[in-house]
C-alpha cells in the first residue's frame, strides 16, 4: 500500500528512531483487528443460537403438545412461534415455552396438571389457527387426537383405588383450572373451584373425560353439534372393581385405547401429586 | 441499473463507493461545480442551522411501531379478533401474514409449504414491497425501538469518552443470513428464532414477560457499551430479507443536491450511514438520488436535514401529490 512508504522512507533517520518501531500500517492494524472482531462476532452468535440444541437433544422439557401437534422435531421446525394457537383456545390451556426450551422458544406446550385441554371448543380451534401446519390440519374431531395417554402412576394415592369417595372441591378453592361442564353452560368453560363433588367413590377422572362424555352425548342421542363423526369410536377410561380380598368395594381407573392425552383426569384428580397422569406421546414407546 | 446493483451490494456488505466521473449527469456536475468554487464556512452553517430540531417523523413512527405492537396485545386482551398472533406470524381480520423470514426458516427447517403459509408470505411481501422493505425495521420492530432508546445512552457515553463505538465488517450480515438458512435446512431446527429479539420482544408485549428477554437485555448491553446498533446494522437476517424485498419499492427517500449544506447532520443519526454516502460533497451523481435498499425509511435523517434535502417519495405518484 502507498501509505507505508513514508514511514518506510523515514527509517534511516535515526534521530527519531524511537517512534519509527510501530512501522505497521494503522489502517490495515485496524481492518485486522475488526476482521477478528467480526469473526468472534459470528461465531458468538451462531455458538449462542445452537446452544438451543442442548434442551431440545437432551429433552429437559418433555412437553405435552396441544391437539394434531407433529411428532416433536417436526413440530419445532414447523411451528413459527406466533401464538395464535394460544389466544384460540377457550380455556387457555395452550402456553408457550420459554428459551430454556432452546429450539423450542415460542412453541405451544400444555400443561394439564395446572389447565388440560378439553376439547370445550369442540372443533379443534388450536388445529384452525395454526397458519403453518404445525398442528397437523388433517384432523378433524377431538377422538382423533393423539397428545399422550394418560397412566395411574400412582395407584397407592389414587382415591377409587383406596375405595374412597369425594365430597368437596376439586383441588381447593385457589384452583384456577377451568372446565365446560355441557349441562351448566354449553358454550362457556366455568371454574373447576366452582363445582361441589360428593362422591360415593371418586371417579372424577372418568367423569371429567372429554371422550367419555362425548361418548355419552352420542349415546343419548344428542352428538356434540349435532354432528354423529363427533362421536368417538372407543371408550378412553372406565373404572373397573378391583378386589383385594378385604371386603372393601374398590374401583381402578383403567385407561383404553381411545384415550386422546388431553390431561384433563390429570388435571381434575384430587389427589397431591396427580395419582393419574399423561405420558407424553414423543415418549411412549409405540408397540 | 448500475442503482440497483450499488444497492443490492451495500445491502450484503460492501462498502459505497465513489463514482467514477462518466456516472455523473451534465446537470449534477454542474452543481458539484459551482459547489466547489464557493467557499463554505462549515461552522457558520451549523451555527446558522443550531434552532433547527424537527421529531416529525420519529414521533409519527414511534407512535405507529407502539400502536401495531399494541394492536396485538388489545387484540388479544379483549378478544376482538383484530389482530392476532405475533410478530412472526398473524391474522389481520382473518387474513394470514407471516413474517418472510421467520416463514423462510420455517420452510427450509420444515421442507413442506402449508397454503396458509404461503398466502401469508406473499401478503407480507407485497405490503413491504410497496412500504418500501426496511420499513418494517423501524416503523414495526419492538426490538428497534428499544435499540434506538439503547442507542441514546451509548452516544452519550461515547460522547463523554467513556466507551468508544467498535464496528463490525458489514458483511458479516450475509454471512449470518446464509448461515442460518442452511442450519435451518440442515439441522431442522429453526435455529434463528431462538436468538431473535424481535420474535422473542414480540410474544413478551403479547402474552408476557419471559425469560428469554434476558438475551435481549444481553444485547441491549452489548450495544450500549460496545457497539452501536449491532444486532440491526451487523446480525439481523430479518432486516436482511426486508431489505432485498425493498429493493425495487415505490417508497423510498431521496435526496436532492441542490440547497444542501453538506454539514452531514443526517449520517450522524442514521443507523446505516453507508446508505448516505451520496449526501457527501461531490458524490451524488444526480441532482437527485435514491438512497439505497438497506435504508430503513425511518426518517430520522428527514428531521435532521436543516436544508430539507431530504424526504420520502413514492415513485411514480410524485407527479400526482
Known sequence: MSDDKPDNADMPGSVVAKQVPPVVNRRKQQQRRQFLRTLMLAAGVVGVSSMGFIPVARSWNPRLRPPGALDEAELLAACIKCGQCVQVCPVKAIKLADIMDGFGVGVPYVDAREQSCDFSCDGLQCILACPTGALSHKLNYPSEVRMGFARLDRPDLCLAKKGEGFKGKIRGPEFDGMFRYNEIDRWKPQRIRDQEFDLEICDLCVRHCPIEIRIAQCEAGEPPSGDINQCPPRHAIELRPVDEGDGIRRMRPEVLDGCVGCGACEMVCPTSPASIVVDIESMVKRV | ?321
Request: net charge positive; with cysteine.
Open chain 2, 1 to 321: 441499473m448500475s442503482y440497483l446493483t450499488e444497492s443490492f451490494m451495500q445491502l450484503l456488505g460492501r462498502a459505497p463507493r465513489k463514482p467514477k466521473p462518466e456516472e455523473y449527469t451534465p446537470e449534477v456536475k454542474q452543481i458539484h461545480f459551482y459547489k466547489r468554487g464557493e467557499k463554505v464556512d462549515l461552522e457558520a452553517i451549523r451555527a446558522e442551522h443550531m434552532g433547527h430540531k424537527s421529531h416529525k417523523w420519529r414521533n409519527r413512527r414511534w407512535a405507529t411501531l407502539i400502536s401495531v405492537n399494541l394492536l396485538f396485545l388489545v387484540s388479544y386482551y379483549f378478544d376482538v379478533q383484530l389482530l392476532e398472533g405475533a410478530l412472526t406470524g398473524s391474522r389481520f381480520i382473518g387474513f394470514h401474514m407471516a413474517d418472510l423470514n421467520s416463514a423462510l426458516q420455517v420452510m427450509l427447517a420444515y421442507k413442506h409449504v402449508v397454503l396458509n403459509l404461503l398466502i401469508g408470505t406473499v401478503t407480507i411481501f407485497v405490503l413491504w414491497f410497496l412500504l418500501g422493505g426496511r420499513t418494517f425495521c423501524s416503523w414495526v420492530c419492538p426490538y428497534h425501538f428499544v435499540a434506538e432508546l439503547a442507542e441514546k445512552i451509548h452516544l452519550k457515553l461515547v460522547e463523554r469518552k467513556l466507551i468508544r463505538n467498535h464496528e463490525f465488517h458489514r458483511g458479516v450480515r450475509t454471512v449470518f443470513y446464509v448461515v442460518f438458512a442452511v442450519l435451518a435446512l440442515v439441522t431442522g431446527y429453526t435455529v434463528f428464532e431462538t436468538v431473535s429479539p424481535t420474535g422473542i420482544l414480540s410474544r413478551a408485549v403479547i402474552y408476557g414477560a419471559t425469560l428469554a428477554l434476558g438475551w435481549v437485555a444481553f444485547l441491549l448491553l452489548f450495544e450500549i457499551f460496545f457497539s452501536q446498533r449491532a444486532w440491526c446494522r451487523y446480525v439481523c437476517p430479518i432486516g436482511m430479507t426486508y431489505g432485498v424485498v425493498g429493493l425495487l419499492s415505490p417508497l423510498r427517500v431521496v435526496y436532492n443536491v441542490e440547497a444542501c449544506k453538506h454539514e452531514g447532520e443526517c449520517r450522524k443519526v442514521c443507523e446505516v450511514p453507508h446508505v448516505l454516502e451520496p449526501v457527501i460533497k461531490g458524490r451524488a451523481t444526480d441532482v437527485t438520488v435514491p438512497i439505497g435498499a438497506d435504508c430503513t425509511r425511518c426518517g430520522l435523517c428527514i428531521d435532521a436535514c436543516p436544508t430539507s434535502s431530504l424526504r420520502y417519495e413514492i415513485r411514480g405518484l410524485n407527479k400526482v401529490l
